[in-house]
């Protein structure tokens, strides 16, 4: 194993302290391993949190600040954060209008989020949830009861966050976030694994000739192993079952997405990024925003996911809003 850490039982520590430092005028980070956006709480502005397993940055400590999360709670890598983060993630950012957790359909984030909104209720806090399950590529996992949360996570808290920051309230703000868990559809694969500092040797083994078409972001295995091919007939593999999932349909716009896993230059995310939107074109979709780059990752494995999203006039607003956290910021 080779990788720029001290010791493996130090990792996270250390990266949110260097990220505690690194973007001291956006956020701060308190025990226990919370980050929160620097000015939070603020009154009568619903809070939205979201969290999960490190290994998967800049989701999620580096999407809080201004129009997007108010907080965030980083487990141990690929492990759940616990209610005691959740909570003091929530107490932190409660302005007194709600808070909504937006959570990614893995089970122990799920187990995890809900206990901690009964503890938050029964302090008086109003929490709502979102569960984010996006993932065409499987319907059951190793970590999940149904699709996976993916990609589509990042679009939900921009397009939740810049509503809250307009002043939206709870109960919009949570159904803004169900609309676009309903209007959105992801997938990936692998061409590598990667390796789990604690664990020092790769999650999976995979053959120099081979590649994992749907791929979960902790290295679950996906529909199937392939020999490798060219990065059209990938994208091609990734973008049909997505587009005929929903179905999007001729006509539609759509914001398209093209992820790194955290090994993939931005050079090669390209490539698929035209593929994708030849296929786009060829099916009469439009592409009305785009966003390309490793934005929810796998530590060092190398290679993508699309995620789809089907925009309206609200969506495309929301998403072109002012942001400005570590990771994603425009309009500032």
Known sequence: MKKLINLPDNVVDEALAGMARAHADLIRVE????????????????????????????????????????????GAVFTSPVPDQMLAATQAVDGGAGVLHIVKNYTGDIMNFELAAE??????????AV???????????????????????????????????????????????????????????????CTVPAAGKPTFDIGDDEMEIGIGIHGEPGRERRKLAPADEITEALA???????????????????????????????????????????????????????????LEMAGCSI??????DELTRLWDAPVNTPALRWGV
């Open 119 to 128: 503890l938050a209720r029964a302090e008086g806090i109003d929490v709502e």
């Open 240 to 298: 049909t079952p997505i587009l005929d999932d929903l179905p999007f349909q001729s006509g539609d716009r759509v914001l398209a997405f093209v992820n790194g896993m955290g090994g993939t230059p931005l050079l090669e995310l390209y490539v698929v990024y035209r593929k994708l939107a030849e296929i786009l074109d060829g099916r009469g979709v439009t592409i009305a925003r785009s966003l390309v780059g490793n934005y929810i990752t796998s």
């Open 307 to 312: 995620t789809l999203l089907k925009l309206d």
């Open 31 to 74: 025990s226990p391993n919370i980050v929160v956006r620097k000015d939070a709480p603020r009154q009568g502005k619903v809070g939205v949190i979201s969290g999960g397993g490190s290994g998967h940055e800049p989701m999620h400590g580096g999407f809080v600040g201004r129009g997007m999360l108010d907080a965030a709670c980083p």
């Open 131 to 193: 569960v984010i399950a996006d993932d065409v590529a499987v319907k059951d996992s190793l970590y999940t009861a149904g699709r996976r949360g993916v990609g589509g996570t990042v679009l939900a808290e921009k397009i939740v966050g810049a509503a809250a920051e307009e002043g939206a309230d709870l109960a919009t703000v949570k159904a803004l976030c169900e609309k676009v868990q309903d209007n959105v559809r992801s997938m990936g694969m692998a061409l590598t694994s």
